[in-house]
């Protein structure tokens, strides 16, 4: 079996290099895409059918307690129209400055994935504060 974090520079690398071919905004836009359509995936996948559509506020906790519990960062919280990532999985691997990496737009796109998934509503994240270890995002 694959080490995990061997597929995390894998993953990280990746979004490196489709930004080489399409350049920065359209590797964003490409990335946070592909977050929320294997955000929904990866969730289905986890829970199965969902007995009840939640509304966006309750799916988002949601979303944050399950990222975090899966490991994908060590605190995930939604507080006063943000979401704070703590201890993200994808920093590590990243060479170079974090706020550049599209990761950080797959990142959105996998949580935006979650909350649609859960509750047929979109949210839409925008990055507020990016560094190595801390992400925060504003939601609407």
Do not use: W
Not at 28 to 57: M, T, W, Y
Not at 71 to 97: P, Y
Not at 109 to 123: D, N, R, T
Request: hydrophobic share 45%; net charge negative.
């Amino acid at each position: 079996m694959i080490d995990p974090d061997i597929l995390l520079i894998a993953t990280v690398q990746l979004a490196e290099g489709v930004k080489n071919l399409i350049g920065e905004k359209g590797a964003n836009a490409v990335l946070r895409d592909a977050g929320r359509h294997s955000g929904a995936k990866l969730l289905e996948s986890l829970i199965g059918h969902l007995p009840e559509v939640l509304d966006k506020e309750e799916a988002l906790r949601r979303t944050c307690m399950i990222l975090e519990e899966e490991g994908f960062a060590k605190s995930l919280s939604k507080e006063e129209g943000q979401v704070v990532v703590e201890g993200d999985i994808f920093s590590d691997a990243v060479e170079g400055e974090i706020e550049k990496s599209p990761i950080v737009y797959f990142f959105i796109g996998l949580i935006e994935g979650f909350v649609q998934f859960m509750s047929e509503e979109k949210a839409i994240l925008k990055p507020n504060s990016i560094e190595k270890g801390k992400f925060v995002f504003s939601y609407s």
